[in-house]
């Protein structure tokens, strides 16, 4: 079992920028990977950007070049570094992370507005 729990969030206008953290109660060295969903009202949850175990990394089509995940393992932690913050990027921000299981975090609401 991991507990995952989500930070940072917060309300931005346009252009503005928001650091999420996602501290883990266990290593995280021994997962699959780990990353981001979000999910805006109405709407499906979809994966921001995930990080493998080997530290290569993937990002949605949405949020290419903008947001940036990062890991530290010494520490347990996954960030999320959202940079040029759009009002669609207004969504819940979920914490992820799998090895046979798949584990999640509360989230952390995101709110941009224009």
């Known amino acids: 079992q991991v507990q995952l729990v989500e930070s940072g969030g917060g309300s931005v206008q346009a252009g503005g920028s928001l650091r999420l953290s996602c501290a883990a109660s266990?290593?995280?060295?021994?997962?699959?990977?780990m990353g981001w969903y979000r999910q805006a009202p109405g709407k499906q949850r979809e994966v921001v950007a995930m990080?493998?175990?080997?530290?290569?990394?993937f990002y949605g089509d949405s949020v290419k070049g903008r947001f940036t995940i990062s890991r530290d393992t010494g520490n347990n932690m996954v960030f999320l570094q959202m940079d040029s913050l759009q009002p669609e990027d207004t969504a819940v921000y979920y914490c992820?992370?799998?090895?046979?299981?798949?584990?999640w975090g509360q989230g952390t609401q995101v709110t941009v507005s224009s």
């Open positions: 992820h992370g799998n090895d046979v299981y798949a584990y």
């Open positions: 266990r290593s995280i060295s021994s997962l699959v990977a």
């Open positions: 990080i493998t175990w080997s530290g290569e990394s």
